[in-house]
């Protein structure tokens, strides 16, 4: 089981959970400190899980080892993807889906969010899960893989809420991945645009708020 620090919003036992995946050379703490900026609603009780991924050599940067959950060759359209990276990560997610389980939230209680990185492998896993799961939020993040992931598309996950939301002048991750990611996500059948936001390779309040309503929708 993966190292991760855990938050609670609500008064009581939290019936429902996000799984957050930090960026690339990040870790748990980055996204650990906003869930009071999400302006969730006070009446629900949610238990938000931020983990750290496993360190790796990562090609992008010189083969310098940091915290990632799958290699990355470059930035590029066209660029070799590492789905077994990809794949041993999102066992290590379902690994804590199914903590969650244990502790009495089912898996459609279960929303997977990530920002960057961490948000194409909360896609590249909801998608093929084969639990039906509340929803898929990726955040400056793109759909890995897209032909294989869209091909293994679980049916329990055809009708997956996807919230996505990027900078509109993102120098590192292009606003245009997430555009193409979130066309053919339409192409097979799933409702989603990608919300442009006027920051570059982070996120904003209004952006945090958005998802915050988001959430709150599909756990109602």
Do not use: K
Not at 86 to 96: F, T, Y
Not at 104 to 109: E, H, N, T
Not at 110 to 133: C, D, E, P
Not at 140 to 165: D, G, K, M, T, Y
């Amino acid at each position: 089981m993966l190292e991760s620090i855990e938050t609670t919003h609500g008064g009581g036992a939290p019936d429902c959970a996000v799984i957050w995946l930090h960026g690339l050379g990040a870790d748990g703490h980055d996204f650990a400190a906003v869930v009071p900026q999400l302006a969730l609603p006070e009446n629900l009780c949610a238990r938000f899980v931020f983990p750290h991924a496993p360190p790796r050599p990562i090609t992008l940067n010189s083969g310098m080892v940091m915290r990632g959950w799958f290699d990355i060759t470059a930035l590029t359209e066209d660029a070799v993807e590492d789905e077994e990276g990809m794949r041993d990560s999102a066992e290590l997610v379902r690994a804590l889906i199914a903590g969650q389980n244990e502790q009495g939230i089912a898996d459609a209680r279960i929303v997977l969010a990530g920002f960057s990185q961490g948000g194409a492998l909360a896609l590249y896993t909801a998608l093929q899960h084969t639990g039906r799961l509340a929803g898929a939020a990726a955040l400056s993040a793109w759909l890995p893989a897209a032909r294989s992931v869209l091909a293994n598309v679980h049916e329990q996950n055809r009708a997956l809420p996807i919230f996505c939301a990027h900078g509109a002048h993102d120098p590192m991750v292009p606003a245009v991945f997430a555009e193409r990611g979130c066309a053919q996500l339409r192409a097979a059948g799933f409702a989603v645009r990608p919300r442009l936001w006027p920051v570059e390779h982070g996120v904003c309040l209004d952006e945090l708020r958005d998802l915050g309503a988001w959430l709150a929708r599909v756990f109602s």
